[in-house]
C-alpha cells in the first residue's frame, strides 16, 4: 500500500515567506530552514511495537534493500497466482466508536485467472457489499457507497501492504536490525524525503517501518506512520502457489489492538460459475465502482511564537479515509494522549480535498495519514 508524499504548510504563525517554502519544499523541519541550528527533534512515542529505537544506518546498498523489499512484496501478490482459490477470512475491530463498523466481519475472495474476482463482505453492524472485478471492469453493490475503513484496511494488509522498489527508490532508505517476539528481523525505513529530518536515535516521523524476516523473507511487521503497527503471524499459515499466507494479522493502534484479522481457510478451485463474474442489474445502475486505492502522507507545519531559534518539534499523526467526493472521514489520532491531538485532528478535519479531485475522475478512496508537527519554543 504505497504511500504518496503530498506536503502543506498550514497554520504556520510568524514565519517569514521563505521559511514557509522551505517546509513546503521539505515536508519536513530542516536547519536550512531555522539558521544554523535547527529544532531540537523529540523522539517518537514510546510504544512496545515500535523496534527502531536506537541507532539507524542509511542504507549503504540501496538496491540490496529494495530487492529485499520486492521480495517481501511478492508474497503478498495472490492474484498472480495460475491457481484459482477460493480465501476466506473473518476479522474483529474495536475502535471504541473511532471509525465505522465495529464488530465482527466475514470476508470471502473467489479468484479465477484470466477470468476474474468476486470478492463479498458483511459485518455484524449491517454493511455488506459484493464486487466483482472481471473484463477489466469492477462493478458492486453495497449497503452504503464507500467503504468502511477497516474493511479497506483489511483488504490492503492482506492483497498489498508494502511500496513497490520502484517507489522506495525515490527518496532515503535507512536500516536497523532488531528483535520482534525473540526473533533477528530487519527493519527498513522509508521516508519520500531525500534527507528527512530525524530524531538523534530511532525512526523518524517521515519514516515507513517495514520489518522483515531475512530467512524466510516474510513480513513481520508493517508501520506506515508512527502509532499504527500491524504484526503478522505465521505460526499456522496458509499457502497458495509460492505465496505464504499469515494465519492472522494483528492492528495496533495507540497502544491497544482496533482489528484481529484471521484467515479462516484457503482452498483451490476448478472454477466458479461464469454468470457470478456477471454485475447485476444493481450493480449496472450503481454506476462505476469506488477503486480502493493506498495512502497519501500529507505534512502539516505549525509554528507558535516569532522565534525561529530555540524551538522543539513534536507531531501527531492523523489517520482517516478520503472518500471520492473528498471528504475525510472515519478520522482519529494516532497519538491521543498528546496534547495536540485535539488541535491536530481539528486541523486535518478542515482539509478539503475535493480540489485536488480532477473532474470526472472515476470514483476513488485511499487513506490519508496526515502528519501535524508543532514547532514551540523550548
Request: glycine letters at 8%.
Amino acid at each position: 500500500m504505497a504511500v504518496t508524499a503530498v506536503t502543506a504548510a498550514m497554520g504556520v504563525t510568524a514565519v517569514t515567506a521563505a521559511k514557509i517554502l522551505c517546509l513546503i519544499a521539505m515536508g519536513a523541519v530542516s536547519a536550512g530552514c531555522f539558521g544554523k541550528d535547527g529544532p531540537t527533534i523529540l523522539p517518537l512515542p514510546a510504544d512496545p511495537l515500535e523496534l527502531v529505537t536506537g541507532p539507524v544506518q542509511t542504507a549503504s546498498d540501496r538496491e540490496g534493500a529494495l530487492r529485499f523489499l520486492e521480495h517481501a512484496r511478492d508474497n503478498f501478490t495472490l492474484r498472480s497466482s495460475d491457481e484459482a482459490y477460493d480465501l476466506k477470512v473473518s476479522f474483529t475491530t474495536n475502535s471504541l466508536g473511532q471509525t465505522n463498523y465495529d464488530g465482527s466481519w466475514e470476508m470471502e475472495d473467489l479468484n479465477v485467472p484470466q477470468q476474474g474476482l468476486r470478492w463479498t463482505a458483511k459485518s455484524s453492524g449491517g454493511y455488506s457489499i459484493t464486487r466483482i472485478s472481471a473484463a477489466g471492469e469492477v462493478s458492486a453493490e453495497s449497503t452504503v457507497r464507500s467503504i468502511p475503513l477497516r474493511l479497506h484496511e483489511a483488504r490492503g494488509l492482506l492483497n498489498d501492504p508494502l511500496p513497490s522498489a520502484s517507489y522506495a527508490s525515490r527518496g532515503s532508505i535507512r536500516t536497523a536490525r532488531v528483535e520482534l517476539n525473540g526473533k533477528a528481523v530487519t527493519c527498513l525505513l522509508l521516508s519520500q524525503l531525500k534527507n528527512p529530518s530525524n530524531p538523534p536515535a530511532g525512526r523518524g516521523w517521515d519514516e515507513a517501518e517495514e520489518c522483515i524476516d531475512p530467512q524466510t523473507g516474510l513480513l513481520q511487521l508493517h508501520s506506515e506512520a508512527p502509532g499504527r503497527y500491524v504484526v503478522y503471524d505465521y505460526s499456522q499459515p496458509f499457502q497458495i502457489g509460492a505465496h505464504v499466507l499469515p494465519r492472522s494479522i494483528t492492528v495496533n493502534e495507540a497502544g491497544r489492538v482496533v482489528s484481529k484479522i484471521v484467515v479462516e481457510s484457503v482452498s483451490p478451485i476448478a472454477g466458479v460459475d461464469p454468470d457470478s463474474l456477471y454485475p447485476t442489474a444493481a450493480m449496472q445502475a450503481a454506476g462505476p465502482a469506488i477503486s480502493i486505492k493506498g495512502a497519501e502522507r500529507i505534512v502539516r507545519v505549525h509554528q507558535q511564537g516569532h522565534s525561529s531559534s530555540g524551538l522543539t518539534l513534536s507531531a501527531v499523526c492523523i489517520f482517516g479515509v478520503i472518500t471520492p467526493t473528498g471528504q475525510l472521514t472515519e478520522a482519529h489520532s494516532l497519538q491521543p494522549n498528546d496534547p495536540n491531538s485535539d488541535a491536530a485532528l481539528n486541523d486535518a478535519q478542515s482539509i478539503n480535498f475535493a480540489p485536488t479531485i480532477p473532474q470526472g475522475a472515476p470514483p476513488q478512496q485511499h487513506f490519508a495519514f496526515i502528519i501535524e508537527k508543532f514547532l514551540t519554543k523550548q
